[in-house]
């Protein structure tokens, strides 16, 4: 159960450190 955890939580950070950048460009080039 541990290991699951530790995965998912991983995975959160690493989807969350690559992908809010790609939307905050996409957001930043539609509104200029």
């Known amino acids: 159960?541990?290991?699951?955890?530790r995965i998912s939580f991983y995975l959160g950070l690493v989807s969350g450190i690559?992908?809010?950048p790609r939307f905050d460009v996409h957001s930043r080039t539609r509104t200029q």
């Open 1 to 5: 159960m541990e290991l699951m955890m």
């Open 18 to 20: 690559y992908w809010h």
